[in-house]
C-alpha cells in the first residue's frame, strides 16, 4: 500500500516538473541598426533663402524631399517633425522666394514639398498594449493548462488509493476465508481424532 502511495506521488511530482521544464525562448534574432539618414538642414535652406540663391535652393529643396521619402520608412515620427519645419519655414518665406525665384523650377519644388501629404507615426503604444494583452493571454492559458494536469493527478493519485483500498480489502477477505476454512478443517479433524479415541 505504501509503494503504491509513493508511485502515485511520483507521478504527481513528475507531473508538476514536465510543466515548469520547458526550454527558453530562442533569443530574438539580431537586427541592424538603420541606415541613418542625414537630412538638410533647416538652417542651411534658410541661408539660401536670405542668399536668394533660386538654383541653391530648388536643389536643396529637391534633396530634403528625397531624404524625407527615405526618412518615413525608418522614423516616421521625425520625418513629419522634419517636414513641418520646411514646410513652416518654406510658408514663412513664401513672398521672399516668390521675390527672387518667381514662377519657375523653384516654384514647381516648393509647390512639390507643401503638397506632400501628412505622414503617419505609428502607434507604438496600441501595439505595445496588444502584446502584452496577447502574453497575458498566454500565460492564462498555460495556468489552466497547469491547474487542468495538476487536477487529473490529484484524480490519478484518488484512483489509485480506492484501487489499493479495494485489493487490500480484497485481499484481506481472501485471508479471512482461508483462515476460516483451516479453522474448519482443525475443528473436524480434531472431532473424528475424538471420535476415534472413543470408538476404539
Known amino acids: 500500500m505504501k509503494k503504491l502511495f509513493f508511485v502515485a506521488m511520483a507521478a504527481v511530482a513528475m507531473t508538476f516538473t514536465a510543466c515548469t521544464d520547458k526550454p527558453a525562448a530562442p533569443a530574438a534574432p539580431e537586427t541592424e541598426p538603420a541606415p541613418e539618414v542625414e537630412l538638410v538642414g533647416i538652417d542651411s535652406i534658410k541661408t539660401v533663402i536670405e542668399a536668394a540663391d533660386s538654383t541653391t535652393l530648388s536643389t536643396l529643396l529637391t534633396e530634403a524631399q528625397s531624404k524625407i521619402d527615405q526618412l518615413k520608412g525608418i522614423d516616421a515620427a521625425k520625418a513629419k517633425e522634419y517636414l513641418a519645419s520646411l514646410q513652416a519655414l518654406l510658408k514663412e518665406n513664401a513672398e521672399k522666394i516668390k521675390a527672387f525665384a518667381g514662377t519657375g523650377a523653384v516654384a514647381t519644388v516648393i509647390d512639390a514639398v507643401n503638397s506632400l501629404p501628412e505622414i503617419e507615426v ?15 493571454e498566454a500565460v492564462k492559458d498555460a495556468a489552466e493548462g497547469a491547474k487542468d494536469a495538476a487536477e487529473g493527478a490529484v ?39 475424538l471420535k476415534g479415541a472413543l470408538g476404539k
Do not use: T
Open 122 to 136: 505609428p502607434d507604438v503604444a496600441a501595439a505595445a498594449d496588444e502584446a502584452v494583452e496577447a502574453a497575458g
Open 155 to 193: 484524480d490519478a493519485v484518488k484512483d489509485a488509493a480506492g484501487d489499493a483500498a479495494q485489493a487490500a480489502a480484497d485481499k484481506a477477505a481472501e485471508v479471512k476465508d482461508a483462515a476460516a476454512d483451516k479453522a474448519a478443517e482443525a475443528v473436524d479433524a480434531a472431532a473424528d481424532k
